[in-house]
């Protein structure tokens, strides 16, 4: 049986989802779409093991030594999408992230066929 990469299991959590974005259910940023990758950055290389630095953040930071995407990472953590924004911009704001958002072109807003191909690749893998 394929080992799951999911770190958060909604059944052994003793701590509520919500605390881990201090009650907060919008990003303090613009809202990241949920196609957005993000890859750690070299300071986030340097400090993913501090102990000052909460789980789920380490995680994430560990997760995205590989480019994710914000959805691929509310699924390993196993949390609301909407956490997993709020998590995902906080870290970008303290410097450990960086965020390559969708290229938005002339058509409807959407993601582009390439981005949306590339994600369902990455969702697939996993």
Known sequence: MPES???GDHADRVVP???????????AGRELPLEAL???TELAARHQDEAAMQFEW????RACAQPMSVA???????????VARVLVSDLAHAGYLELHLPHRGQGDGGPGQAILGRLLDGLRAR
Do not use: K, M, N, W
């Open 38 to 40: 993000v890859v750690a």
């Open 17 to 27: 989802v919500y605390a881990f974005t201090r009650g907060r259910t919008r990003s």
């Open 72 to 82: 691929e990472i509310g699924a390993l953590l196993g949390v609301p999408v909407r």
């Open 58 to 61: 380490r995680a994430i930071v």
């Open 5 to 7: 990469r999911q770190i």
